[in-house]
């Protein structure tokens, strides 16, 4: 492999951490990262899941990309999705029954979460199956981290507990509003405008 192949494939594993990151810079899929991220244990279970579907539907779709007929190629894109979350889901009611009852209905709603048919549609079905691969990890990596950055917070702040740990003094008295929808919000508007101040800084120091 050539230095700038290399390079090229490093730049698109990268890229979902920070400056493509799904959650803080495209913004797709927030439903189900809002709603999952009442506690950290629960967001780092959802980040696992849609990174599965996210690398497998990356996967598949780049090798089958020639073959589908442009006309039919969405319905297509979602039976492949839909394969994986399948997956995902039993995997989960067999072995993490806690962790599914928990997440509800947001782990078959992979199907149509915009990340994942974003990225088939924008990304894999337009270039080769190891881009499409380097692709779906760093946007799986990227999601993870920051939907567990998100619930630890909300976590800590809300109810003195990490990954169901407690982790504040005993006479903490949590802020309920961080658990619940309301703080759902403060935190990823908190998160965006730091990363947004961060770019900016990074971006105006490489001029």
């Known amino acids: ?8 494939l490093l730049k698109e594993l990268t890229k979902g951490f920070i400056r493509e990151n799904p959650i803080l810079v495209i913004m797709l899929g927030l439903c189900a990262t809002l709603a999952c991220s009442t506690s950290a244990t629960d967001a780092f279970g959802m980040g696992l899941a849609f990174s599965f579907v996210m690398l497998g539907s990356n996967i598949v779709v780049a090798i089958i990309r020639r073959v589908v007929p442009s006309q039919i190629r969405i319905p297509v894109f979602i039976t492949v999705i839909s394969t994986f979350v ?11 029954p806690a962790l599914s009852q928990s997440l509800g209905v947001y782990v078959p709603l992979i199907v149509v979460n915009c990340i994942v048919m974003a990225r088939a549609e924008a990304y894999s079905s337009k270039n080769t199956v190891m881009a ?8 799986g990596i990227g999601f993870t981290l920051i939907i567990t950055l998100i619930g630890t917070i909300r976590e800590v702040i809300g109810n003195g507990t990490m990954f ?3 982790v504040m003094p005993a006479r903490y008295q949590p802020f309920m509003i961080f658990i619940l929808p309301p703080g759902a919000f403060l935190v990823i508007g908190f998160l965006m405008a730091l990363h947004r101040k961060f770019m900016i800084t990074f971006y105006e120091s490489h001029r």
């Open 86 to 96: 399948t997956i995902v889901d039993y995997t989960l009611k067999a072995y993490f």
């Open 1 to 8: 492999m050539s230095q700038t192949r290399f390079r090229s």
């Open 132 to 139: 499409s691969l380097m692709d779906g990890i760093g946007m």
């Open 164 to 166: 169901g740990h407690q």
